[in-house]
């Protein structure tokens, strides 16, 4: 059965403070994406991959960076956290032909 | 531009009753549509999708939407809910072809009344 994983699940920083948060899909798609989810926005796309090695800028990049180490692994790196930051962040996986997106769990985090 | 639009940020109804919620888009194209689903502390989980064919497609747990081309619309039903279809009920385009993005709509926060 396709999953994602998403680690961790909950994360506490300070202001300033360096935040990656990691995604795992073992569905063999070649597509990764950030999403991050606040109320009355939705989910707005942050970055995503079409495989390893590649990143792609989203709707809402400012703040983020990613990478996409192998086909299996992405991940979100937050390098000087902001309060504006705090969200929930979801991975998904997808192929080629964006039939169906798949969500991780989601991690929830908080910026002080 | 690409947007989907869900024009009730919540609805409640009664158990036993049946819903609808509206979901319209904008594309440039022919659109893949679809519904997803994300119960409390949960990811999004796939309801139902539309690529083609019939315009009224079926889902799971008894949900089904119509397509209505000419309105631009991807609504949700269901003839009779359940407590448990109480979850925030997304709406998202994409394209058919090539690598494009989904599009989300803001979501619906559905209760159902006991």
């Known amino acids: 059965e396709a999953a994602v994983t998403q680690s961790p699940r909950n994360k506490v920083t300070v202001t300033g403070g360096n935040v990656t948060l990691s995604c795992r899909q073992t569905?063999?798609?070649?597509?990764m994406y950030w999403y991050r989810q606040d109320t009355g926005h939705g989910l707005r796309l942050i970055h995503y991959?079409?495989?390893?090695?590649?990143?792609q800028i989203g709707d809402v990049p400012d703040g983020y960076k990613a990478t996409r180490t192998t086909q299996e692994d992405f991940f979100l790196l937050l390098e000087l956290a902001s309060p504006s930051q705090t969200s929930l962040y979801f991975c998904?996986?997808?192929?080629?032909?964006?039939?169906?997106?798949?969500f991780g769990p989601g991690t929830r985090l908080l910026v002080l | 531009a690409q947007s989907v639009t869900q024009p009730d940020a919540r609805v409640t109804v009664s158990e036993g009753a049946s819903l609808q919620l509206r979901c319209k888009y904008s594309?440039?194209?022919?659109?893949?549509l679809f519904w997803y689903v994300q119960y409390p502390r949960q990811g999004l989980q796939l309801l139902l999708k539309?690529?083609?064919?019939?315009?009224v497609v079926q889902g799971v747990n008894g949900f089904e939407a119509e397509f209505i081309k000419s309105n631009s619309s991807f609504h949700l039903r269901k003839a009779s809910v359940h407590w448990s279809d109480s979850a925030v009920y997304f709406c998202a385009v994409s394209a058919n072809t090539g690598y494009q993005n989904f599009y989300f709509g803001k979501g619906t926060s559905l209760t159902v009344i006991p």
């Open positions: 998904a996986s997808g192929t080629e032909n964006q039939d169906t997106q798949y």
């Open positions: 569905n063999s798609h070649n597509y």
């Open positions: 991959s079409y495989g390893a090695g590649n990143l």
């Open positions: 539309y690529y083609s064919g019939d315009p």
């Open positions: 594309y440039s194209g022919t659109p893949y």
